[in-house]
């Protein structure tokens, strides 16, 4: 049985656009390497924080959903804790109403770009 999760993490703010994409691409290949699906992602951008991290009052938020079982959570937590680029991170096992608001939430997305 598959769960859904959802990651959000925080990089550097001072990483170039190919080195923020890098970034991406290695969380994802984690996920997809051990056999979970990639449901959605989203790029937030530059954001303030609420609070300076490591001296920083700005960074890059990153979101992720996807699928897989239980196992590859604690493996993508300590790649998170050992890559220097990100700052923050948190990772959310979504219910069946988390799944089903996501979902519905992506949609309304949808038909606002398609009007």
């Known amino acids: 049985m598959l769960n859904q999760y ?3 993490f925080i990089a550097n703010p001072v990483l170039s656009a190919p080195q923020m994409k ?4 290695k969380f994802k290949g984690i996920i997809t390497e ?3 699906e990639i449901v959605h992602e989203e790029d937030w951008g530059l954001r303030k924080l609420a609070y300076p991290i490591q001296k920083k009052s700005t960074g ?3 979101l992720v959903e996807f699928k897989t079982g239980g196992e590859l959570i604690n ?3 300590i790649e998170f804790r050992r890559d220097e680029r990100v700052m923050r991170f948190l990772t959310t096992k979504l219910n069946k109403y988390a799944v089903e608001y ?5 949609s309304m997305k949808q ?4 009007e």
């Open 22 to 25: 890098e970034a991406v691409d």
């Open 60 to 62: 890059f938020y990153y």
């Open 111 to 114: 038909q606002k770009k398609e």
């Open 6 to 8: 959802e990651t959000v």
């Open 75 to 77: 493996k993508l937590e």
């Open 102 to 106: 996501a979902n519905k939430k992506r």
């Open 34 to 36: 051990a056999g979970g």
